[in-house]
């Protein structure tokens, strides 16, 4: 069995910083990519950045120069570092990976989800 665990989410003023943190375990051969998502109320999800094993990266345009994704291989583990936080930021994030399952091949995992709410 996988999971993918978030953490790192709260409340926050406009301005500020948070981390998210997604570590994915179980019987994981390999991770392919990892991303973030996030979903407001009333809204479609929405991709906010993945990044690949090779650590390339893509962003919203919404979060470019102000979201930072990064990787630890080696801890199976994603970040989301978030600047200069808005309040139209505010939405449950949540973090997948595509991992190689071994007598599964590739699949997509999701986490539960961690709420970030920016106040104004």
């Known amino acids: 069995q996988v999971r993918l665990v978030e953490s790192g989410g709260g409340l926050v003023q406009a301005g500020g910083s948070l981390r998210l943190s997604c570590a994915a375990s179980?019987?994981?051969?390999?991770?392919?990519?990892m991303g973030w998502y996030r979903q407001a109320p009333g809204k479609q999800r929405q991709l906010v950045a993945t990044i690949t094993s090779g650590a390339s990266t893509n962003y919203a345009d919404s979060v470019k120069g102000r979201f930072t994704i990064s990787r630890d291989n080696a801890k199976n583990t994603a970040y989301l570092q978030m600047n200069s936080l808005k309040p139209e930021d505010t939405a449950v994030y949540s973090c997948n990976a595509d991992l190689y399952r071994v007598g599964m091949g590739w699949v997509t995992n999701w986490g539960q989800g961690t709420q970030v709410t920016v106040s104004s």
């Open positions: 179980g019987s994981i051969a390999s991770i392919r990519s």
